[in-house]
């Protein structure tokens, strides 16, 4: 992930060193990393600028703006932000104490795990901090290799994730402008926005899975993945979507 001091952040999204302190005091900007006295900012405060900046000109408030990323903050995570089934993250039972993978602790892969904060290196080992994922781990053939998997797809979904979710707010906002316009900060209009956000978040899973799904039908298709394509094609992997095959 790229990193930005104030200065570039600034230069990079066209917005003024100034405009970006007053996002943060506002709350519509998340807090950058402290390395020393420097603030050091992501691609994914990037990508908040510019979410900030389009909806600005589409004529909301700084003080909607940040009603409106609060109410996404609350209780969003990355399962639903991808697209990834409701029934796939239902709490676990806490009950049962998490197991350590079996990979090396020390190799550079738990190293990875531990960085980009999908485990924690406990005494007893590498423990994932996702219980479905950690249970997947566990009953693979070869732990190592579902992990260096795990860890290729971490890389490759994370900038386009940005892009997506910046979307994702562009359309949300545009269809709050239309159902709410400018109602103002009453509790109905906070009711609806809430509402919107739910069902555009359904509306938002549905797409990114029916996309998704036949992107990987036509590339488990090809010749590149003959084999392990013909398996999953013939039966070994079903698409969720009613029309494919």
């Not at 506002?26 to 908040?48: A, C, E, F, I, K």
């Not at 693979?140 to 797809?153: F, Q, S």
């Not at 509402?195 to 488990?220: A, F, I, N, T, Y």
């Amino acid at each position: 992930m790229t990193e930005y001091r104030l200065d570039e952040l600034s230069q990079v999204s066209g917005v003024s060193v100034r405009n970006i302190r007053a996002y943060r005091e506002r709350g519509l900007l998340d807090p950058p990393r402290r390395v020393g006295r420097t603030s050091v900012y992501s691609d994914q405060h990037l990508s908040q600028l510019r979410a900030i900046s389009h909806l600005l000109r589409r004529g909301f408030t700084s003080v909607q703006i940040a009603d409106f990323f609060a109410a996404l903050r609350r209780g969003a995570d990355l399962a639903e932000a991808l697209g990834v089934d409701r029934s796939m993250v239902v709490p676990a039972d806490r009950g049962e104490p998490a197991r350590p993978v079996r990979i090396d602790a020390g190799s550079a892969e738990a190293a990875e795990l531990v960085e980009s904060g999908l485990a924690d290196l406990t005494a007893d080992g590498v423990v994932f901090r996702d219980p479905a994922i950690a249970g997947l781990i566990a009953r693979a053939p070869d732990p190592l290799v579902y992990v260096r998997a795990l860890l290729r797809l971490q890389a490759a979904i994370e900038e386009p994730a940005d892009r997506l979710v910046t979307a994702f707010v562009e359309a949300l906002m545009a269809s709050v402008a239309a159902v709410v316009g400018a109602a103002g900060r009453t509790s109905a209009a906070a009711e609806t926005v809430e509402r919107l956000v739910r069902d555009h978040r359904e509306l938002w899973g549905w797409v990114v899975s029916e996309r998704l799904d036949k992107s990987l039908q036509r590339h488990l298709s090809g010749p590149a993945a003959q084999y392990a394509g013909g398996v999953a094609l013939g039966g070994a992997w079903r698409s969720r979507t009613p029309d494919a095959g």
